[in-house]
């Protein structure tokens, strides 16, 4: 009968199965690379749009998020004036601002 049918032989558990700190080493890993990979850009944006919103400052030509452009007629901690036009005033919160027009109209200097 040994002829058809392998002999099957018990193991030893422990050898089997590896030890209890190598088994989550896959999932450290896939969280190192997650915070490399994501987290980490994530935090370094939130961080410089922070300090640009800190800078800003009454006079300074911005965008919003929703694309408008205007110059900052005046400002709160958390409402911004924006003026779009002449005598045309919008408020908006700080937290909406995009960023400062200038670097809308930056010219690429690799693309010549």
Same mark, same amino acid.
């Given at each position: 009968?040994?002829?058809?049918?392998?002999?099957?032989?018990?193991?030893?558990?422990? %050898? %089997?199965?590896? #030890?209890?700190?190598? @088994?989550?080493?896959?999932? =450290?890993?896939?969280?190192?690379?997650?915070?490399?990979?994501?987290?980490?850009?994530?935090?370094?944006?939130?961080?410089?749009?922070?300090?640009? /919103?800190?800078? /800003?400052?009454? #006079? *300074?030509?911005?965008? &919003?998020?929703?694309? =408008?452009?205007?110059?900052?007629?005046?400002? &709160? *901690?958390?409402?911004? &004036?924006?003026?779009? %036009? *002449?005598?045309?005033?919008?408020?908006?919160?700080? @937290?909406?601002? #995009? #960023?400062? %027009?200038?670097?809308?109209?930056?010219?690429?200097?690799? &693309?010549?």
């Amino acid at each position: 009968m040994s002829l058809l049918f392998s002999n099957a032989y018990a193991q030893n558990a422990a %050898a %089997a199965a590896p #030890g209890g700190l190598a @088994s989550f080493m896959p999932f =450290v890993l896939i969280f190192i690379v997650m915070y490399f990979l994501m987290i980490r850009p994530q935090k370094k944006k939130l961080e410089q749009e922070q300090s640009m /919103l800190k800078a /800003l400052k009454k #006079g *300074d030509e911005i965008y &919003t998020k929703s694309g =408008v452009l205007g110059k900052i007629a005046g400002m &709160t *901690d958390r409402v911004i &004036t924006l003026e779009i %036009a *002449d005598n045309v005033k919008v408020k908006l919160l700080r @937290s909406q601002v #995009g #960023g400062l %027009a200038s670097s809308v109209f930056e010219v690429n200097k690799n &693309t010549k």
